[in-house]
């Protein structure tokens, strides 16, 4: 007799409400395409779900115009985002400095820097302070005459840099072989911004230049020296 034929398995049932479905791996329900290979699944947006969110980079500038060496300016940014009842406030402050450098108080500000009467052939030695009162660095320079410089004086250092709150001593002398009139030296001190570019060697250039390119003083102040030299004369 032929054998019975097998009896053909039932369809399998989609999972009903509250079911969980099929396991990853399991094969998928009658009626279901699987997904080709190399395919993935993408989840469909859900209520709620937004675009990534995105920044922008805001560049703001300031050009302090206040009284000098000290200035303070407050502002504030404003921000509106679309469809928000709110606005978002961003407080700046900018502050205006000027470079600025005094001297010592030993230094009057009419007689300058004045050594008294020395002997001839003796060596007086006078000195006085450069300081950064300002919150800036910057670079000085004592100007000397470009004529007529008198060689009886030797100034240590005409030229550097002081960081914000620093100070150099700048050391005089005078010398003279013989008896001399008073002599007179009247210099500058300059002050120079360094908040340019940095050259090539790296190291800070000036901001502040002339139609030339050469640095332009943001301060400067006038210093005289003077000094006389004698010789004691005995009759007998």
Request: aromatic share 6%; glycine share 6%; hydrophobic share 35%.
């Amino acid at each position: 007799e032929p054998e019975p034929e097998p009896e053909p398995e039932a369809e399998a049932e989609p999972p009903a409400d509250g079911e969980e479905a099929p396991a990853e791996g399991e094969p998928p329900a009658d009626g279901e395409t699987p997904p080709a290979e190399g395919d993935t699944a993408e989840p469909e947006p859900q209520d709620g779900d937004t675009e990534k969110a995105t920044a922008k980079n805001v560049q703001v500038s300031a050009f302090p115009r206040g009284p000098c060496p000290f200035s303070i300016h407050d502002c504030v940014i404003v921000a509106e985002v679309e469809d928000n009842p709110g606005t978002f406030e961003f407080p700046m402050s900018c502050v205006g400095v000027t470079p600025t450098a005094v001297m010592s108080v030993d230094v009057d500000e009419e007689t300058g820097l004045a050594f008294d009467r020395v002997i001839a052939g003796a060596k007086e030695v006078r000195k006085f302070r450069v300081k950064n009162t300002s919150l800036l660095p910057f670079r000085w320079k004592l100007e000397l005459p470009a004529e007529d410089c008198p060689t009886q004086f030797t100034i240590s250092d005409t030229e550097g840099e002081l960081f914000p709150g620093r100070e150099h001593e700048v050391t005089v002398s005078f010398i003279s072989e013989e008896a001399t009139e008073p002599i007179e030296m009247n210099t500058k001190l300059v002050v120079f911004d360094m908040q340019g570019p940095k050259d090539k060697d790296l190291q800070p250039t000036p901001l502040f230049t002339d139609e030339e390119g050469a640095p332009k003083p943001v301060s400067e102040r006038e210093l005289k020296i003077s000094a006389e030299a004698f010789v004691i004369a005995v009759d007998v």
